[in-house]
């Protein structure tokens, strides 16, 4: 078992930043990969970005390449999310998941954990 707590969600004008931190607990931290995850009003899940359990490969979404950064610190068991250049569409909630696999996926049905989601509104 995982468990995930997002935090450092909150309201931010176009243009700003925010850092989405997940820390997690139970299983062993550096042996899972790591996601996070959206959900915009009326809209499905989407994937946002992932890290391998090195933090070695990272992946994202087209969406977001070049203005969001994942990262992880395994001696802290927590993920982060940095978002840059944030855009009105970014509005949504966020997700931290976990994948009980050495290999990233992209789709929501390959992780396992989730946590209960952090709320980004970004106004224009």
């Known amino acids: 078992q995982v468990q995930l707590v997002e935090s450092g969600g909150g309201l931010v004008q176009a243009g700003g930043s925010l850092r989405l931190s997940c820390a997690a607990s139970?299983?062993?931290?550096?042996?899972?990969?790591m996601g996070w995850f959206r959900q915009a009003p009326g809209r499905e899940r989407e994937f946002v970005a992932a890290?391998?359990?090195?933090?070695?490969?990272?992946y994202y979404a087209d969406s977001v390449k070049g203005r969001f950064t994942i990262s992880r610190d395994n001696a802290k068991n927590t993920v982060y999310l940095q978002m840059n250049s944030l855009k009105p569409e970014d509005t949504a909630v966020y997700y931290c998941?976990?994948?009980?696999?050495?290999?990233?996926?992209?789709?929501?049905?390959?992780?396992?954990?989730w946590g209960q989601g952090t709320q980004v509104t970004v106004s224009s």
């Open positions: 998941a976990a994948r009980a696999s050495m290999i990233p996926g992209t789709s929501e049905y390959e992780y396992d954990y």
């Open positions: 139970g299983r062993t931290f550096s042996s899972v990969v």
């Open positions: 890290i391998s359990w090195s933090g070695r490969s990272t």
